[in-house]
């Protein structure tokens, strides 16, 4: 693994920014994306440059079960909030959250991954260690799935509810044995919460008990980490 060190989320943006620039010169078409704070700066940085993603393909991680697209909670609208309706792509695929056959939504899921091979992903991390919403237990080679959600990770979403009760308790999600499939991976982790995780990430061993552990046995990631979330490493 490789570890930039970074002041503050802001540069940590423009750090993963020119990562992604020169995946794409290099001739990457798809950007496998990730929601959540951690890469909001780095949204900011590409949708402000003069970088053409309209024969981009773009594949997200993950989406809450139960919400409609257009719900301001959902993954799909949080992408069209923070890049797509300011740097369309191609295709832009979100697992559909709507779909109540859980069957039917992982599998068609997964195809689109075999059908669009993930250049660069960007990863965000829990602080359980989680990436995806995949929690700790989820296996290595495991393909999209319908996931329950941690006491933990409902807990870290109550901020984004009005009510504690509306927090979806599912998820639809990639699984690590797709993640691991990229060519390249990025994870953007800032603050001191997510110290044990990178910790555990970098430093542990490789236990399905840190999901996030499973990118020790990937040939090409980066991390991009503040000091608070190094400042367990050994």
Do not use: W
Request: proline letters at 5%.
């Amino acid at each position: 693994m490789k570890i930039i060190k970074v002041k503050d989320t802001q540069m940590g943006g423009k750090e993963a920014f020119n990562l992604v620039k020169k995946d794409i010169e290099d001739g990457g078409k798809v950007l496998g994306l990730a929601t959540g704070s951690s890469p909001i700066t780095l949204y900011n940085e590409m949708t402000s440059s003069d970088l053409d993603f309209s024969n981009m393909t773009s594949v997200n991680l993950d989406e809450y079960v139960g919400l409609q697209p257009t719900n301001e909670q959902s993954y799909h609208y949080f992408m069209n909030e923070h890049l797509f309706n300011k740097k369309p792509f191609k295709n832009s695929y979100v697992p559909d959250g709507s779909n109540p056959d859980a069957e039917a939504a992982t599998s068609d899921y997964d195809k689109i991954i075999e059908d669009n091979p993930i250049d660069l992903q960007i990863l965000g991390i829990g602080r359980n260690g989680h990436i995806g919403f995949n929690e700790p237990g989820s296996p290595f080679d495991g393909k999209t799935r319908k996931v329950g959600l941690t006491e933990s990770t409902i807990e870290a979403n109550t901020r984004f509810f009005e009510d504690e009760k509306d927090v979806p308790r599912f998820a639809y999600s990639m699984g690590i044995g797709s993640i691991m499939k990229a060519k390249k991976i990025i994870l953007l982790a800032y603050g001191e919460n997510k110290a044990d995780a990178i910790a555990a990430t970098v430093d542990g061993f490789a236990t399905e008990d840190c999901p996030a552990s499973a990118l020790q046995n990937h040939p090409d990631v980066t991390l991009i980490i503040d000091d608070a979330a190094a400042s367990k490493l050994k």
